[in-house]
């Protein structure tokens, strides 16, 4: 019988992942069952460091390779000291972001190789892959314009331009197209209470099946 599941919830900046998360994981809690809510760069000590170095406003300096080098890095300690030990113990991780982003802002939005992020990728992920990403899919104009409605400064990333923003967003839809049966494109535009009923109904499908 199959251990935990891992379930990725991704997309544009500010499309409203981390809001989605908690509605997910309150109802798989509430359906009895246990998960670990968990981030990308982040979800370890370690990962979380290098999430405050890679996303540095006050860094724009960090040239593509080594920006890549370290959303690997923390990757592969994310993948062996948390995911993979909480699905061995039947856990459903529920990760903000996870491999696909690094195709999309890389390699369609930086412009690194795809051989390159693939080779990455394969390094952190050790033939590990999640059950299902659901990519939340919005302008980024709009998305920026939600985050910055928080007041918080924006990190580095998200002061890209807008070009950038929408060549990442371009970089989940074609990953989307080219494999449908792992990824899930919700419309992010739509009332928060439609987005959230979209994602748990294709958690639901995953979970069950
Ligand atoms: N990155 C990451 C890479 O380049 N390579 C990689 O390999 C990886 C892993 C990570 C950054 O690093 C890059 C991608 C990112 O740029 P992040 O924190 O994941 O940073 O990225 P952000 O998308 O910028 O995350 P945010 O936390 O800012 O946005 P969320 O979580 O998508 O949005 P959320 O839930 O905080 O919502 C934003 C606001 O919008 C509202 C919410 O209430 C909130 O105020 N909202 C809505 N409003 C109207 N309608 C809706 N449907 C709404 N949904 C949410």
Redesign the pocket.
């Known amino acids: 019988m199959r251990k935990g599941y891992m379930i990725v ?14 509605a997910i994981d309150a109802h798989l809690v509430s359906r009895g069952h246990a998960t670990v809510v968990t ?3 982040g979800g370890t000590v370690i990962g979380e460091k290098i ?1 405050e170095v ?2 540095c406003p006050d860094t724009p300096e960090l040239c593509a390779t080594a ?2 080098m370290l ?2 890095a ?2 592969a300690q994310h993948v062996r000291e948390k995911i993979i030990p909480a699905m061995a113990s039947g856990k459903i991780v529920i990760s ?11 390699h369609y ?2 412009g690194l190789p795809l051989d390159l992020i693939n080779l990455l990728n394969d390094i952190a992920l050790n033939g590990f892959k999640p059950d299902i990403n659901i990519i ?1 899919d ?1 302008d980024p104009a709009i ?2 314009a ?2 910055n ?2 007041g ?1 400064r ?5 002061r ?1 331009k807008l070009e950038f ?1 929408q060549k ?1 967003r371009n970089g989940y839809l074609a990953q989307a197209d080219r494999d449908p049966k792992r990824f899930a494109v919700i419309d ?5 209470e ?2 959230i009923s979209d994602a748990i109904k294709v958690v639901d499908h995953i979970v069950a099946g």
Not at 96 to 106: L, N
Not at 154 to 158: F, P
Not at 188 to 192: K, T
């Open positions: 919830c991704d997309g544009s900046n500010g499309a409203g992942k981390t809001t989605v998360i908690k981030r990308e760069p999430r890679v996303l920006e890549l959303f690997a923390a990757r903000d972001r996870f491999d696909a982003a690094t195709v999309s802002f890389q939005a930086r939340l919005l998305g920026i939600r985050v409605s928080r918080e924006l990190d580095r990333m998200e890209e923003l990442a992010a535009s739509q009332p928060l439609d987005v």
